[in-house]
C-alpha cells in the first residue's frame, strides 16, 4: 500500500485537551480508524527555538516526544484536517512510503 509516514515532535509538558500532547496524538490517530501509532520519548533534541530539549532526572516535562504511524493518503488528509479543527499547532514530517504486512498472501491463490 502506499501512503506517508507522518512524524509529529513535542515535548511532554505541551498539552491539548487536558493531556500531553503526544497521547493527545494516539488518541486522535484511534478516533480516526488509523491502524496503529507509536510514541516514543527521546533523551534530548533541539527545536526551532534552538533550545535543548531534554530529560532530567527529577524533571521530564521539557523531555522530547515523537509519535509516528504510517497512513493512507487520505487517512493523512483527515490528521491534518483534524488537526486544523482542533487549532493544534505542532512540527511534523511527512514522507511518502510503502507499507504493508508480510506472510499475507492473495485470496486468489
Known amino acids: 500500500m502506499k501512503g506517508y509516514q507522518l512524524t509529529f515532535f513535542t515535548q511532554q509538558d ?32 533541539f527545536g526551532r527555538d534552538r533550545r535543548l530539549h531534554a530529560a532530567h532526572f527529577f524533571e521530564l516535562t521539557d523531555q522530547p516526544v515523537e509519535v509516528t504511524m504510517a497512513v493512507s493518503e487520505q487517512q493523512a488528509e483527515c490528521m491534518f484536517q483534524h488537526l486544523q479543527q482542533e487549532g493544534v499547532e505542532v512540527f511534523y514530517v511527512k514522507t511518502p512510503i510503502e507499507f504493508g504486512m508480510t506472510g499475507e498472501t492473495d485470496a486468489g491463490e
Open 14 to 45: 505541551r498539552q491539548h485537551s487536558h493531556q500531553p500532547l503526544g497521547e493527545w496524538l494516539l488518541q486522535a490517530a484511534m478516533k480516526l480508524g488509523i491502524g496503529g501509532a507509536t510514541l516514543m520519548v527521546a533523551a534530548e533534541g
